[in-house]
């Protein structure tokens, strides 16, 4: 339809009922305007991921973990709905303090932070850390995790969260609240796009001092990621925020198009939930139609949806929405195909190097 005819659906006077559903708030968010449309545009178009079997990438950005977040990862996980995960380090960092019951609580954001220190409590925002009981008791079962007995032979990020997944499976007080031990469980890749910024490197200091080596091959998992999106029918991605996460999953197509000359075309859907500006030239609030000119996407006009909003505030809508409306879907499990996925690319690239 031509956007500058005077057309389109008809703008309700809003009724809320006492009895209404998640599904029926979406579709009112999706009947107004303004990012409250946004919202449900990006609700059914998660929806619509989901029943056209996409493979689904979340990427989460910034420390959503520390606010629980991660059960809700877990959950979609469980359900089939995302399929794989680029995320930060401290969103992996913190989220095994849930498996390991290491405390974290609510706080204050009004607060003086010297005093804070001198109580040795850390401050993410309003929520509250302890130094001692959560931090560093977090950092010793890093570093055996990670020590002497971590093979020295190149790894990627999702080996490195995958054994992180099996290990607080097996000793974890509470494996249960972790998504980390799920992605384990349903065979998720989760990889770390910036795991040197994070409290996961700097554990690995203690024994780097050591001379023990450790050997990131984190061209082999690019290349795996962009894999996974060239074996993938449908591919699309679900955004948390942006930085280096949502980059990570993006460049897939420039991979694939650019640099090996395959004519992918890069991803079918992504939703977009950030608060970031796009004025300022910053790829967190890049657009996602400026994305097409670097094939990035498959469609300038269509399969996306930016919201403007509170990733706290609207994620939770979008996954109960779909968790409300959308059967279980079975697990594609593609840790446990990554190898292939990467043969199968290879082979093609070697066979046709300029395609």
């Not at 089939?80 to 954001?109: C, M, R």
């Not at 939703?271 to 996407?297: C, F, M, N, Y």
């Not at 403007?308 to 279980?328: E, M, R, W």
């Not at 697990?331 to 190898?339: A, G, M, S, V």
Request: glycine share 8%.
């Amino acid at each position: 339809m031509d956007p500058h005819e005077f057309h389109g659906k008809d703008i309700p006077h809003i009724k809320l009922d006492p009895d209404m559903t998640i599904e029926d708030l979406v579709d009112v968010f999706a009947s107004t305007g303004y990012n409250g449309r946004q919202l449900g545009d990006a609700a059914k178009l998660y929806a619509q991921m989901i029943e056209e079997d996409a493979t689904i990438c979340l990427t989460v950005s910034g420390a959503m973990t520390p606010v629980g977040f991660g059960g809700i990862i877990k959950t979609l996980i469980e359900r089939g709905f995302v399929d794989w995960i680029i995320t930060t380090g401290a969103n992996v960092y913190h989220e095994d303090h849930f498996a390991w019951g290491l405390p974290v609580k609510q706080g204050s954001f009004d607060v003086d932070d010297m005093k804070l220190y001198e109580n040795e409590i850390v401050r993410i925002r309003d929520v509250y850390i302890k130094f001692h009981e959560t931090l560093e008791a977090e950092d010793e079962l890093i570093q055996k995790m990670f020590g002497e007995d971590f093979p020295d032979k190149p790894f990627t990020t999702a080996e490195f969260c995958n054994l992180m997944g099996k290990i607080s499976k097996e000793k974890a007080k509470h494996p249960e609240k972790s998504f980390i031990t799920s992605a384990y469980e349903y065979d998720v890749p989760v990889y770390i796009s910036t795991i040197k910024d994070s409290s996961l490197a700097l554990n690995l200091v203690v024994h780097r001092l050591k001379d023990k080596i450790y050997n990131l091959d984190f061209v082999r998992e690019i290349i795996e990621q962009a894999s996974i999106l060239y074996d993938s029918k449908k591919s699309g991605i679900l955004e948390l925020g942006g930085g280096v996460p949502k980059n990570t999953a993006q460049q897939t197509g420039p991979l694939l198009d650019q640099i090996l000359k395959r004519d992918d075309g890069g991803q079918d859907y992504i939703i977009q939930i950030t608060d970031a500006r796009p004025d300022t030239g910053g790829l967190s609030g890049a657009t996602l139609q400026e994305g097409k000119s670097w094939g990035k996407v498959q469609d300038a006009h269509n399969g996306m949806v930016t919201v403007y909003a509170d990733a706290t505030i609207a994620f939770p809508i979008l996954a109960l929405y779909v968790l409300s409306n959308q059967k279980k879907r079975e697990p594609k499990r593609l840790y446990k195909k990554l190898d292939k996925l990467y043969e199968k690319l290879r082979d093609d690239y070697l066979k046709n190097p300029s395609n």
